[in-house]
């Protein structure tokens, strides 16, 4: 399928899928987040593909949802769209493991697509804000909930009310991001990422991803019940004997994904 505001490139087994709106910043219109999505159910069919890197330009990851496609919608023509609900609904149905590349401007739109990824590997240019309230709005696409998750009510608040940006060393500090690289090395280090998940089975990353993601769901008893249940299905599959036999072997396991 021919793209016009993402490039696609598939190589090794790893999907790197880049935004490309240079001219507003990466922006998100809906032309993106539409091809975004179709880009990302296509790696999670392809056989071929075992995790994926969404990354933007060294400027800019994305500078947010797309203002001038959204300045004069009405409260009613929101509502019945349902402004990204759909689109956060399919994000959230991708089973690979997807790591988000950040440098430079990560900001509303784009600090939430880039905390819906699994992880964030952060070059030392990045900058993340949530500044919808510059703008008369709040975000829409789980800014408040994610970034109060995962740094905590005060730099949330913080953020939010204010518009501050947070800088990569901060964003790493507070656990955000999970690693800050030079920007030169920003897509080495998330290919090497990539690299490392890919050597796995799929279905345990798969399963890995799922019992992580549910301890933002859930309680911690019905979390750790989810995780072991889980874990015990793990035994199901030839991977696990795999695994085990090859730690027993002194071998590289070989996985095959059964
Ligand atoms: N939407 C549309 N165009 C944009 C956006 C944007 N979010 N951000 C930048 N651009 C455009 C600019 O208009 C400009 O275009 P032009 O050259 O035609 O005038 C071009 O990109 C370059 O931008 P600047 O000249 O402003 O570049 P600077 O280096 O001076 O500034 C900034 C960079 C600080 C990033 C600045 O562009 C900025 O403040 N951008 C807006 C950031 C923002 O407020 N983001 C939040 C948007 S609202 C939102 O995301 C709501 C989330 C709801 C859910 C989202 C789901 C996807």
Redesign the pocket.
């Known amino acids: 399928m021919a793209y016009e505001t993402i490039i696609v490139d598939q190589v090794d087994g790893i999907a790197v899928i880049t935004l490309n709106r240079p001219?507003?910043?990466n922006?998100?219109?809906l032309q993106l987040?539409r091809e975004l999505l179709q880009a990302l159910e296509e790696a999670d069919r392809g056989e071929k593909v075992r995790a994926i890197i969404i990354t933007g330009s060294e400027?800019?990851f994305?500078?947010?949802?797309?203002?001038?496609?959204?300045a004069d919608k009405s409260f009613v023509d929101v509502l019945e769209e349902d402004?990204?609900g759909s689109?956060?609904a399919r994000f959230a149905r991708i089973r690979k493991p997807i790591i988000a590349a950040v440098s430079g401007?990560a900001?509303?739109?784009?600090?939430?697509?880039a905390m819906m990824c699994d992880f964030i590997i952060a070059s030392e240019t990045a900058k993340f804000?949530?500044?919808?309230i510059?703008?008369g709005?709040i975000?829409?696409?789980?800014?408040t909930q994610r970034l109060t998750r995962f740094v905590g009510k005060a730099k949330s608040m913080d953020m939010h009310l204010t518009?501050r940006f947070m800088d990569a060393a901060e964003a790493e500090r507070s656990g955000l991001v999970s690693r800050v690289v030079p920007a030169k090395k920003l897509m080495e280090e998330a290919r090497g990422a990539a690299m490392k998940i890919a050597e796995k089975s799929t279905i345990v990353a798969a399963a890995a991803k799922e019992s992580v993601n549910r301890a933002y769901e859930t309680t911690m008893a019905e979390g750790l019940l989810f995780e072991r249940r889980l874990f015990h299905s793990m035994f199901a599959t030839e991977d696990q004997k795999e695994g085990m036999a090859a730690f027993r072997e002194k071998r590289e396991a070989q996985f095959r994904d059964r």
């Open positions: 001219d507003a910043l922006a998100l219109n987040l400027k800019a994305a500078a947010g949802a797309d203002i001038t496609e959204m402004l990204f689109e956060a401007y900001l509303g739109g784009g600090c939430e697509l804000g949530q500044p919808e510059n703008l709005v975000a829409g696409m789980g800014g518009g």
